[in-house]
């Protein structure tokens, strides 16, 4: 079974922190993604990455930037964290290009 | 992007009824999947559809490519306390790369 970790299950940050979210797949996949899930929203993608060291902007990547040194590391960084960053982040990973994309169990991260 | 319309929001239902939800886009596409979310846990892929028309089961879950492929529709049958979660459709418009999700449907199943 395809496993993808994210480094924690909840974080309190305060305004104006730097942010790190970790996600890693053991499944050799070359695809990896971030989205963010908010009630009533539901899922939107932040960024995306189909190889190591390329990136590719989502639909709301403002604020937000992704590093992938690594074929199964994905990360999420927040610059300078903000209130209307508090968030569900989820990241997902698939062998074909967005198709059967396979989550982690999610970080929720409060920007207090 | 693209959000698409997925309805109900929420729905209550007595365990063993049948259960129908439905998402729609405004642009055609040429594949639909169906997650279901726990709480606490990441979305987990039920069903993927790849042709119009199509008919696809998973036990008890059965889902549809809709024949215009703007629509596709889940429907759970004989539910059961474990249906409880979000189910979320995605979709992927012909010529594009990026899944475009829904908004989720809430099921609460009482015993």
């Known amino acids: 079974d395809v496993k993808v970790t994210q480094s924690s299950r909840y974080l309190v940050k305060r305004t104006g922190e730097k942010v790190f979210l970790e996600c890693v797949q053991d499944m050799d996949h070359e695809n990896m993604f971030w989205y963010r899930q908010d009630p009533g929203l539901g899922l939107r993608l932040i960024y995306f990455s189909y190889d190591v060291k390329m990136k590719e902007k989502g639909d709301i990547p403002e604020g937000y930037s992704v590093s992938r040194e690594k074929k199964e590391r994905f990360s999420l960084i927040l610059e300078s964290a903000s209130t209307n960053q508090t968030s569900m982040y989820l990241c997902a990973s698939s062998f074909i290009q967005n198709e059967k994309l396979f989550f982690g169990s999610g970080t929720q991260l409060s920007v207090l | 992007g693209q959000q698409l319309n997925q309805s109900p929001q929420s729905m209550f239902i007595q365990e063993g009824e049948d259960v129908s939800m439905n998402c729609t886009s405004s642009s055609i596409f040429n594949t639909w999947l169906w997650y279901k979310q726990e709480p606490g846990e990441g979305p987990v892929l039920l069903i993927a559809?790849?042709?119009?028309?199509e008919l696809t089961s998973n036990g008890r879950l059965t889902a549809q490519f809709g024949i215009t492929r703007k629509d596709s529709f889940l429907n759970i049958s004989a539910s059961i306390p474990s249906d409880v979660g979000i189910y979320f459709c995605a979709g992927r418009e012909i010529g594009a790369n990026n899944l475009f999700f829904g908004t989720g449907t809430r099921l609460t199943v009482i015993p």
């Open positions: 559809l790849y042709k119009a028309g």
